[in-house]
């Protein structure tokens, strides 16, 4: 399993809004699972910088499918409002991955 991490830009006067509107839909947490993605968590600083991991096997390969879903597609256009231009736009190279410096098992 490998882990993954990336970061996006919430706009700043959108964050708390944001907060509040994130209750991922049954249908997108079924989605993300069947593509599998495991143990997905996301933190978010006041300043709208907001911090994804999950697991997955193939990380590429889960996203791609997961981009092929039609509840995928709704759920990001829901989404996109928050988002500075071009954050989690991935033709445009976001999210940004971040490399994994250190890690400790068990």
């Not at 970061?7 to 079924?30: A, C, G, I, S, T």
């Not at 256009?77 to 940004?96: I, Q, T, V």
Request: proline fraction near 5%; charged fraction near 35%.
């Amino acid at each position: 399993m490998k882990r993954v991490c990336f970061w996006l830009r919430l706009k700043k006067e959108m964050v708390e809004e944001y907060k509040k509107n994130h209750r991922v839909w049954p249908e997108m947490r079924q989605a993300i699972r069947e593509t599998g993605i495991r143990n997905y968590s996301m933190f978010i600083r006041p300043d709208g910088l907001l911090i994804g991991y999950f697991e997955a096997e193939n990380p590429q390969e889960s996203l791609q499918k997961l981009g092929e879903t039609e509840i995928n597609r709704k759920w990001q256009e829901f989404m996109a409002p928050y988002f500075e231009s071009g954050s989690g736009d991935l033709e445009k190279g976001r999210p940004e991955w971040l490399e994994q410096m250190f890690y400790l098992e068990g």
